[in-house]
């Protein structure tokens, strides 16, 4: 805690801290780069709640964006307090994100249309409650990684099956800022001593807020592409002010 001043929130409850130090700027915010750095992917996934709802998108993708901002709220939250009820509100809206994501992978071709959403809805549920009372720890990680690399798969299949040269770049970017974003992690997590010994801290951990709000656009963008050619709407990824890109459909009149 810096010196002279006090904490708003009382002593930290939560089983994580991230490797900043606490209330340097203000008594209301505890890790002040760790909570700031989620603005980013409010308004990434703003953007993305946007068109999804003009295009008419499928609901899922509009649940999807709107989770972003839900986990991105959480963990700001989180990193303000550092209370653990607040850490719930990071940790597992996590879990149902992946969850979502799972399904919207994985439904396309799945034969019975009733059976995934029901189990995914279950198992996030029961995930809840159980983590409100249990605390994991290094077992939560362990989870959340399991659930990511059940996506790749997945996401791999529809790489090697697009054709358009705009999506797969979509998919090259979420990869490379995935790679950042966790080589930021990492290195805050493991050189943190060192690191805090510089002239200037590079703040791993918010640059890592930062890269995964660019990550979950990309990929939200590039899935809503995949999804707008199965159902035959013609999408083309074209660019906001020449730099963020975004899908554009042409629904058949029919539709």
Not at 152 to 163: A, D, E, G, L, V
Not at 223 to 248: D, N
């Amino acid at each position: 805690m810096a010196d002279g001043i006090s904490s708003f929130w009382g002593p930290v409850t939560s089983t994580t801290e991230c490797r900043e130090k606490n209330y340097a700027y203000s008594s209301y915010i505890a890790e002040f780069y760790n909570t700031i750095s989620n603005v980013p992917t409010i308004l990434l996934a703003l953007i993305g709640l946007v068109n999804a709802v003009r295009q008419r998108f499928e609901k899922r993708f509009s649940i999807l964006h709107v989770s972003n901002m839900i986990l991105a709220i959480g963990s700001m939250l989180y990193h303000a307090t550092l209370q653990s009820v607040q850490q719930q509100s990071d940790e597992t809206p996590m879990v149902w994100e992946m969850l979502l994501y799972m399904y919207i992978l994985y439904s396309p071709d799945w034969h019975y249309r009733s059976t995934m959403p029901t189990f995914l809805f279950l198992y996030g549920a029961v995930f809840a409650v159980v983590h409100s009372v249990v605390h994991f720890g290094i077992g939560f990680k362990v989870h959340y990684v399991i659930l990511c690399l059940l996506c790749i798969p997945r996401m791999y299949k529809y790489y090697i099956h697009t054709q358009d040269a705009s999506a797969k770049r979509l998919v090259k970017l979420y990869t490379a800022t995935l790679s950042l974003g966790s080589l930021c992690w990492f290195c805050n997590r493991v050189f943190c001593k060192q690191i805090s010994r510089w002239p200037i801290n590079p703040q791993g951990h918010a640059l890592w807020h930062v890269f995964m709000g660019f990550t979950c656009y990309f990929a939200n963008t590039f899935l809503m592409f995949c999804r707008a050619q199965q159902r035959g709407w013609s999408p083309k990824v074209v660019y906001f002010m020449g730099i963020l890109p975004y899908v554009k459909i042409e629904k058949p009149k029919t539709q």
